[in-house]
Structures are given as C-alpha cells and as structure tokens.
C-alpha cells in the first residue's frame, strides 16, 4: 500500500503514524521527495483500514497495491472456481442458463413454466417467492408457499431452483434451495452477506444499483471470508441518467472480473433492460463476452392476458434465446485461451 | 392513474386490463383519440402494482396523478410531525444538532465528546457501535460493548442517543436505545424497515447511495404502514461521477422533501461531504434551506494524534458550527410561512 | 402528444392553452376525468415546443406519443441507411472495422500503421489530427499537418480516412476527409451540428459524456435537418460513478437504436473501455450485439519504449481482433431477420 | 507528480521512461519498494500529458500532487480575482444578482423585466438570444435581433447584459455585450473557450452536464491560458439518476471551487432545479455557503398566460428573493475569516 503524505506534514503526526503503522506488523518505507512524502506498505495491508488512514490530516491519499480482496482474489487462486449445484456445474467453462418467472404465482404457472425453460435447455429453475418492492403495497410475493410451489416444480423437472434470500431470519426455509439468490438491494447488506457465508449453498451474488465492481468483489469477500466459497458474481446492470432502458448493462465488466476473480460471472438480461426485445441480443453479447451463465425470466401465458411483460420472455422466445446462445459457445471469449491469464 | 395504451392496442387484451382494473375496484374512464388511448383510473390506485401494468404489452406508459405514498404524505397529513425523543422535539419548527463520533472507541472518548457537543448544545448524541463497513477486514464497530457506552455517556451527560441498526436480529438489543438509524444501504432492505415498523421508536432514515426521493419517501412508508410514524429522512449525499467530495449532497431535497412529506428532514453534512472542511458552510446552508437538524460527526483527540480526521470535527470547530447554525435559525426557510404550504 | 394537467386546472389558463395549442396548427382533443384533465394534441407536434409546455403552471406532465425525431426515426424512414465512403459500404448489414491511432504523430507512424490495419482487413483508417484534451497544456493533435499525414496515408494505402472536427473554422481543411468525427465532448454543441449538416460528408456522431440516447438521436436530427442524412451513431460509453474503466460501456443502445432509427451504429471500444485487454472481448460482444462497425485504437512501436498504451491495441493484437470479429459476422443479431422490424 | 509502477517493471521501459521524463526537464525521484517502484517527478508537472504516462504498460497510477491548473489556481494566486463588469464589482466579498428571462421574447417584455429586477436590486440583466436546445424544431431564440433587444433593455437601466455565446463566429455580434455566457454544453468546447480567452470580456463558464469540478477549472484555465483572467465559474447542477428535479445541485461545490480557485463562483438555481417554488431556498443556501452572486431566471406576464413557469420567478417574487438573500449577506461563507486560506 503507498501513503502519500501532504506537503510537509506535521513531524509529530507523521511519527505517530508510522509507529501505528508498523503497531499493524508492516514494513513502512520512507520515501521523501522535495515535493512529497511516500509510505510504502509491506506486509499484509488487508487488515489496515484504508478509510483510517486516508482521514489523517497529513495523508493527501492512499493507493492500494494489491486488492483489498483475498478469497476472492484471482492472484491467490488462479483456477477458476467451479460450482456444482445438484451436478450442474457451472464457471470454468462451464456455462448454464438460469430461467423462470420473476414470481412464482401459482403450481400451474411455475410448474409448466419450469418444464418449457427445461426442454429448451435450462439448467437450472429461477423464480421469486420473496420479492423486494419499494412500495409496501406491491405485490410481495407468495414466500414460504412460493417456496413449496418451487420445490414442486424442481420434484417435477429434476431443475435445481434459484431463488431470492431477502432476511436471514428466512435462512431456515432455506434449507432445501438449491441457489440463495442475494438481490441487487441487498448487496451491501453486511449482515445478510456474513449468514450467507456461515450456510454451504451457492450464491448468485447481484451487483447493487450504484455499486463499483470492487466493492461488488468485497461484498463476494464477505461471504467466502465467513467460510462459504461458493459464490456467483451476476451483472444486472446499474442505475444511471438514461431512461431509454430499466438499467444500464456493463458487459465489460465481466471479463474484467474474470481477470480479477476466479469466481463464475452471470449476467441478467431482463433486469438489465426491463424490456423482452433486447433480452436476446444481450443474451448473445454477454455470451461471446464469456458470462458462465444467463438469468432469464420467462413468463407462461397467465389469465387476464396480463402475459406479454416488457421484460419476460414467452416460452417459445426462450427457446430461440437458447438455441442462438448455445450456438455461440464455441466463440465464448475465454481468458486463459488468450494467454490474458 | 393514468395509463397510456400504445396505438391500436389490441382489443382483447384492452378488454382484459379494464376488467383486471374493475377488480381493483378502481372507475376506468377511457378516453381515446386518434394517436392513442388513454385509461383514467379513479380510486385508491396505491394498491395497485404499477411495474405490473407498466409491463404489460399494450401499454406506452403509466403516470401516477397521485404520489404512491400515503402516509408520507403531506396531502393526507398536512401538518408537520413533531418528534420526541426524550422530551427533545424535532420538526415543526423544532431544530436539533445531533453529534458524536463516527465509531465509539472507548468510554472515555465517547463520554468526553458527549460532554463536549452538550456544552456546544448538541441535542442528541450520535456513535456508532455497528458500523457497516465495506471490507470484512475493516473495523466492523465495538457492537453490543458500543451500545453500552452509549447508555453510560447518556446516563453522565442526558443526551439521547442515535445509533446504527444494521440487522432485525440486533433489534432487542436497541430496546434502550433512542433513535433508531438505518444507514443509506439499508435503505432498501424491506424487511429490515418493515421490522423497526413494528417498534415504537423514532427512525433516522438515510438516503440511499443511488436512490431517488420518491424511493426515500417510499422506504419511511415501509415503516409507517406497519405502524410506526416516528421517521425522520435524511440527506446524506448520493453516489456520482464528481470524486472532489465523498458524495454529492442535495441540499434541494429539504425543501422538496418537506413539501411532500409532513415528516423532520435531517441534512448530514459529515457523510455527505467526506472534508470537515465543507462541513461548517454546508451546515450553514442546509439549516437556512429549512433542514430539521444536521447530524454532525465530532471527535476528540485520540492517542497517536490519528485525530484529525478529514471528515470529523474537533470539540473547539463543532462549538464555533453550533453558534454559526444557531445564529441562522430566525433565517430558516418555512414553506408554511412563505405561503408554499 | 398528450398534455396531463393539475387537478382543477386555471380555467383562464387552461382555454389559453388550448387555443395556443390550436394556433400550432394541432387538433386538441379534451378529455376530463374526476382526479385529471388530459389533452390529447394530434398532428405534427414535432414543432411544440415540449419545454414551454411543461413549464406551465396548470400542467403536470407532458408525454411524447411520437418520438421527436423525424429524419433519423425508423417509422419515418423503415430501411436501413447504407452510408458509402469511398465505395464502402456501412449499415444495412455491410460490417466496418475503422482503425488506427489515437493521434497522428508523424508520417512514418501513420502509413506503417495504415499498412498493417488494411492488411488486417480494416476499411477505414482512423487518427486524431486536432484533439480534444481536457488540459490546455496537454497535446492538442498535430492539426492541419495531421490531415495532411492522414492523406498520405490514404494515398499509400486506398483507406478512406476518419478524423475528428473540433470547430466549424476548421470545415475548409476538412474538405478532402472522407468521414468528419463529432466527438463526445461537441454531441451537443448544436452549431457545429448544424454546419456539419450543411456539408454532404458521411459524419461519425458520438454519443456525449452524459448524453441520453434520444438526445443522440436529436443530436443527428440536427444534423439531417440541415440536409446532411448521411450519419452514424457512435455508442463510446459514458461516465458513471465506477471507476475500473474509462466509461460505462452501454451494448444494450445498439439493437436499441437500430430499432428506433434506420442509421448505422458503430462502437468504439477502445474509448469505452480504456484498458488494451478489454477492447477484444467487448468488440466480440459489440459484433453480435449487430454493430454495423467498430472503430479500435491501433498503435505501433513507436521510439522511446511508450507504446503499448492500456487502450490502443499493437497491430498484431488488432490482426487476431479481426480475425475474430469477422467469424461472429453470420451471428450478428438482425432485427430484421428476428423480425423485430 | 508520483508515478507507481506496477510490480516488476521491464527494465527497458522504466529506463526509457524515466530518460524521456528527463527530456522534460523533471526530476525524476526512484523509489523502490518490495511491493512497488514509485517515481517522484520534480518540476514543472503541468507539461506533462498524465493521460499518456497513465497509459503506459509497466504504470499502474499517476497522482498529481499539485493541480494540474495553474492561473486558476488559489496557490498562485491568493488573493481573490474581483471582476469589474461597468462598475459592478464581482467576487472578493462583492456579491451580487443577476436576473432576466430564460429568452428574450420583445422589447416590451425584456425591457419591463429589466426595470422589474433593477427595481428590485439585481445588479445583471440576463437574457438568452441564442438558445441551445436539444431539438432543432425547438424555438432557437431571436439570435441577432435577440441581442438588440438586450441592448436597449440595458440603454433604458443602465443593466450591464449577460447573455450566451454559442459559436465563435457569433463572436463580432457580442463586442459590445458586457458578459459572455459559456453553456454547460459548451463547458469543454476547446476551441470556443481559446476564442473567448482571446477576448477582453468577462465571461461565466457554467459547469457541465457531467463534468467534475477539476474540469471546470481545466476548463477556466483554457480561458485564462489565452490571456483572459476574467472568468466566473457557475454551479448550475448536473445530471444524475435523480428525476425529482431537473438536475442536482452540488452547492458543496462553492466552498470547494473557492478554497481551490480565486475566482469568483456564482450559482444558478433556476436550472439546477427546474422549479420556481425551490429558486428561492436553494437562492438562500447558495448565499450562506458563499457564492458570489446569483443568476436567476425572472418572467414577467406574458400573452396567453403562458407565464407562470415551473422555473421562472414572477417579478414579485424576484423581489422577495433579492430581500431575503440580501438579508443573510452578513452570514455568508467567507474562507478568509474562518482561516480557511
């Protein structure tokens, strides 16, 4: 880690923090120029407090050398991490597609829904029974009978389910889900990432509204810090000044986070627009971007025609998105194959 | 509400969305005219899912006439809540310093600030015991100890204390406590506000790092709806592209806010800024726009002189801020007064 | 258009309004509900000016039903434009790769780089003559003697030439450029729009910094209106509060506005990214995403070891891009094809 | 300026590195660490083109130590730049108010509102005649004759003018306007700001759409570089994710452009926030944080009632605004007296 130090800082301060410092076990390297004092770290930096130091009177900034994040850390852990939910892998080459309805609303419903995203070659069953929604009065899903009606659908269709953790007090419902889904709202949500992290299961990580990639990384760190390494990067895309679409996709950041992470990278079309027309196209880009997977929702054709949601495929959709993105497996952009790892 | 269909819509599924409205019991005036089509829905359209109708093939746009809020709001509630916390009052012409440190450390420090920011006529003492931090690496607060330090600064200076919950499962331990604070990532965490809903404690609700007013109004409607009035908002910045500062404070949202909303609005300066340079002209500024209180971080000079933080105020400027903001007072934007109301 | 006024709107104001309406040529069509009044305006409302609407005090939203824009609008004009520079063909499913240096540094540089990228397959060279830069201090492009570098090496090579227009003073030299670059920093500088459009030169329009995607479409209406229909919209990211790359990369604008508008998009991922290793991966995506082009940054070695920039690619990194863009050509989404359109 | 390097560097490059670095007459400080090479660059830094040092392969950050502006600079000129517009006195403790109609519409009407707002105190007439809109079917303005009108406004008050210049080319027409208006879409038009730096005039640079504050000083600086140190810098808000209002107003901004720069900083309510019932409390704070003035948008009653403006004050209300902000000059932000500077 390198501290530079204001012009001239004060001696007194500047011996304090460099005995505080060396207090945290690490080399400090003095380095003073006519204009400016460098601190260079070594040794473990990931236990100092960056925000600390950068709040010292004499401190004019600080810049990490290494990444604040380890577990998570592609340095520490070459390989990519593979993780097997119910025999399905996925990262490491190899790629999924997740698909369901953003609610589950009835037996029917999911479970019809479930058996066409499965012919059409899903590999796993998404659906929300725990819904955040910034009106108290919007529907807030069916949750524990959302659950049960999930678990009948897996029963019938062999499809491992994904599905929303919203509390951890709800962890015990949990139990038998195949895929803890933390949402983008919860991402910084500290508490709910460290219950996570104590449980064994697979977590499809969402990037938060406003949130940086490094920050989307620590909150990975939190999970796999507390014991639990099984977890999923997924870009939703993040809230910017454009209204053309729900949310502004950043498809570069998965490979950038492969480059930094060894952890799988999922990205989600339908949040990412909120509109059923530029689900495929980004489908196709984050698959030749080298996304391990896609989360998809897809909507049967419900009562009350109320069906042809901006943002949720048809069945038959579904099965065009599959096939196109299938075929473009073989020109995934592949890291290692690049010789960029 | 007002649903605008898109040209020709087709007409079973127009038949299908009035009859679904009619269910809502809502009157549907249609109005049609050559471009397009129009639904005027007439009722209490709050319980109506607007992302659901949004979605919905045969529909251009949806535009609320009403806000989505209605304990929130100041239509339904045209008077100011007034606050009380401990015989302080807050809102309605009432105005507060609430100050403390970022994290309680010690009880020496935390009795020796509370002393300090009452002598300055602080109402309220702040510190954090739960601190939600970035990094698990980084200093996660004193937690259970902190809020035991809190109660005994309280106990030796009078002050009430606010402090952060940052999890429904630490609820009991708030028992005691007086003001509640959920911190800007917490914001959307539903079932968390739904929880300090079903208390009867004040709530100090931060602005979220990426959300709009709508959504802060929105999230103290969480808590109101389950039963709990006592919510104060808070504009603490939010996240941009500008790094000069550690966030971009938006001081027009008081009187926006205040305008809508019967409830205190609360400006922090601290967070909002990251530069306990800009906090005293900020303070400044925000107690003339017509904020309820400014909610001030204040440390005191701990060992190895790592004090100053760039961000904290010492004792000696937090007097000077107090006498400056009190002096301002007489100038405090009231919308009752200028007619706005 | 439809004009939604307040409740119980000014009567005075109201029949003002709506005889004002009536003197623009506009059929205005009343439709009164309990909660709203809505004004449906028919007729060609592409020259109501939307501002002076909405800043009346009796209105309270005023919503587009058409999309301001005329010229560069798909209902207006359902074909795909075909831009031909030179005898190459753009749009319409013709695919360009534009490449070449951030700034034209000196002959020997320009012609060995022209050399490599056609050789590589690029139909256009591209190089910086006059620079934007963000420092007086900083270099400002070679200029007039740059456009002079740049014909040469068309005249070695046969590549037409790409280069970017800073002020209308500098159209004369401009005369004998194939393609005028407008670039991110001028997408809204409305008189160099408004010149650009009086010449008959095919223009290379970027989005701006924090430019909207309709504000880019009316940017290009600026420019047609003036009777120059000969534009391509260039998607290069735009600036957001994440800081791992240069700009915020948004794919999802392409299949968005080919869908909106007939003109040819291309994206340039060296500006989006600015990290060398990124540009591959996203120019996959940005190909089956349906760019009808690509404009990368292509440096060779020039003196002093300063070469591999992390944005510009080395000639042999920009041979195997080619390569590998051209195998994904037959997968580019179509929305002709997807039936879309 | 400090130049890391990433771990390992090739040795080639660092020496060519640090021999061209030489070339530019610096000093070049090698520091090397276990972790890190760090090179302190002595001398005059603002030659340096950081973005090409960034760019370089074995660089992994470039800090500046000292701003890369210079005549903007609060180091190199401590006093504050007190600007003289026809005897009115502008910046070191000089504030004042400058107001008129966000068009020039006739003689009559800009003519009526300027003896509205001399009458009421403002010490500026402010009128556009050349108008930026986003559409090219909007109303563009009166242009030349636009100017005219403004001239007698001024002949019939003695109100010095301030109005907006959009190209160079119209710079002829502006000799005899008293202060040049750069428009946040032209804050980094380069070559319009080396024209206006060109000038004698005092010109208001209005921040842009999505720049930082550095940039706006960057921007300062290209007027000042050309010989013009008349520059007023103008926080009019810029563009987030936030639709409450038109844009979000960074009035933290104030207290920062002053302790960075001697120029003067005049704040624009009426675009910041788009709404008339906030002009006057963000008028009030934007007094108490320090601006030296405002410019603000005032209408008076047109034809077809059409006037009453979201974000245009009525006269009357003008002269409430200029009282109440008069009122708290005593109170406002000053950094000399805090000790600040």
């Known amino acids: 880690m390198i501290v530079i130090l204001k012009k001239n800082p004060n001696e007194r301060q500047l011996e304090n923090l460099i005995q505080w410092l060396k207090s945290l076990n690490l080399d400090v390297h003095l380095s003073s120029g006519v204009d400016t004092t460098i601190l260079g770290l070594i040794g473990d930096t990931s236990v ?101 009606l999930l678990k009948i659908a897996r029963a019938e269709t062999g499809l491992p389910i994904v599905t929303e953790l919203m509390t951890s007090s709800q962890l015990p419902l949990f139990e038998d889900i195949d895929v803890i889904q933390i949402g983008a709202r919860n991402m910084q949500n500290f508490d709910l990432l460290k219950d996570v992290g104590m449980t064994d299961k697979p977590v499809l990580l969402k990037r938060g509204l406003a949130n940086t990639l490094e920050e989307l990384l620590m909150s990975a760190e939190y999970i796999m810090a507390n014991g639990n390494g099984k977890v999923m990067l997924c870009e939703r895309g993040f809230r910017t000044f454009e209204t053309a679409m729900r949310n502004t996709l950043d498809l570069a950041a998965v490979p950038y986070l492969k480059e930094k992470s060894h952890l799988p990278v999922i990205v989600d079309p339908s949040h990412a627009t909120g509109v059923a027309a530029l689900v495929k196209p980004v489908s196709l880009a984050a698959t030749v971007i080298g996304a391990d997977g896609l989360i998809v929702e897809v909507h049967n054709d419900p009562p009350k025609a109320l069906s042809d949601g901006k943002q949720s495929l048809t069945p038959d959709a579904f099965d065009d998105l599959a096939r196109s993105v299938k075929d473009l497996y073989p020109y995934a952009y592949d890291l290692r194959k690049e010789g960029v790892l």
Chains 1, 2, 3, 4 share one sequence.
């Open 48 to 148: 100092v407090d960056i925000d600390l130091i950068r709040a010292l009177d004499i401190v004019s900034t600080v810049k990490r050398v290494r990444e604040p994040y380890k577990n998570a850390n592609r340095d520490f852990h070459p390989d990519d991490t593979v993780i097997d939910v119910g025999g399905i892998k996925i990262g490491g080459g190899h790629r999924v597609l997740m698909a369901g309805p953003c609610s589950v609303e009835s037996e029917e419903q999911i479970v019809a829904i479930a058996k066409r995203v499965k012919a059409a070659g899903a590999a796993l069953l998404r659906g929300g029974a725990f819904k955040p929604r910034s009106s108290p009065y919007a529907f807030q899903g069916l949750g524990k009978q959302g659950l049960a």
